[in-house]
């Protein structure tokens, strides 16, 4: 009697053990559609990507400040080292170096302030894409509100261009350059 138990349970291992390798490679064959998810993207030139002209890593005096049209001061919590305008936000360093500029897509005259290899109209995910190429790390940045990012690193100019967009519709929300 001992024999046929100790038989069945060699038997309940191999199907257990079969089992389980098939259900690794079922997974391991899936493909899910995504990018895939880098910590640090292949590099991608972002010169290429422009915002009013402004470059990282310049001082914020040599920028006209006075084109922007100021936020209301009840509007935001105020911070040091951040001047906020209703067409864009740049944030500096200890030094007044700019460190991130971040425009939305929600102001009336976007198409001056944006371009990617000077296209500036109609730009989508999509089209982010098309002109920069697949080299961007992929997140949700508000799986509530169905907002996803797309991260593109330039090692040489050591700077990160973000766009984010809508998962339904696939219109940028807002690009953000920084280091």
Not at 97 to 123: D, P, V
Request: proline residues 2%.
């Amino acid at each position: 009697m001992k024999i046929f138990e100790k038989e069945g349970k060699n038997k309940k291992s191999m199907v257990w053990l079969l089992f389980t390798i098939i259900f690794c490679f079922l997974l391991s064959a899936c493909d899910s559609g995504q990018t895939v998810n880098r910590k640090e993207p292949v590099s991608t030139d972002l010169s290429v990507v422009q915002i009013e002209g402004v470059e990282i890593g310049v001082s914020i005096d040599t920028i006209d400040l006075e084109k922007y049209t100021p936020l209301p001061a009840d509007t935001f919590t105020e911070e040091p080292n951040v001047y906020r305008f209703e067409e864009m936000q740049f944030e500096t360093d200890g030094n007044k170096q700019i460190q991130k500029i971040t425009i939305s897509n929600n102001f009336e005259n976007k198409t001056a302030l944006f371009s990617i290899k000077g296209e500036n109209e109609n730009l989508t995910i999509q089209k982010v894409v098309e002109l920069l190429g697949k080299n961007y790390n992929d997140y949700w940045y508000d799986r509530e509100q169905k907002i996803k990012a797309y991260t593109y690193h330039d090692e040489a100019k050591e700077m990160y261009a973000t766009f984010t967009f809508n998962t339904d519709y696939k219109d940028l929300i807002w690009v953000i350059l920084s280091r």
